[in-house]
């Protein structure tokens, strides 16, 4: 699991690496979280990704939903919570077995 501090780290991290999952937090960005998804959605369309935020609104849920968000939670989710959503999208072959998960909370 890699931790990204910033927009442009998420980035670079993204560059370099096959990702499972991207779970991108809302707190503290220093870019819009949609103009970053976009971005990243760019460098790989089948990115699966989920969100999580102590304060989401309802179309917060919906829009993070619309661009394919695979969650979307009010809390960090556990290790172990995100370690299962992984293996269910490895089960379903949404994602290539082998990569890791990238912890975006953008602060």
């Not at 220093?30 to 971005?39: G, H, Q, T």
């Not at 619309?66 to 370690?83: C, I, M």
């Not at 992984?86 to 602060?107: H, M, Y």
């Amino acid at each position: 699991m890699f931790r990204a501090c910033s927009a442009s780290e998420t980035l670079r991290l993204v560059r370099m690496f096959e990702f499972d999952l991207l779970l991108a937090g809302l707190e503290h960005q220093d870019v819009e979280p949609w103009a970053l998804l976009a971005s990243v959605r760019h460098e790989h369309r089948g990115q699966k990704w989920a969100m999580f935020s102590s304060a989401i609104s309802d179309a917060q849920e919906v829009r993070a939903r619309a661009l394919g968000a695979v969650g979307v939670f009010d809390a960090l989710p556990p290790t172990r919570v995100l370690l299962e959503l992984i293996t269910a999208l490895r089960r379903r072959a949404s994602v290539r077995p082998g990569g890791v998960a990238l912890a975006c909370r953008v602060t």
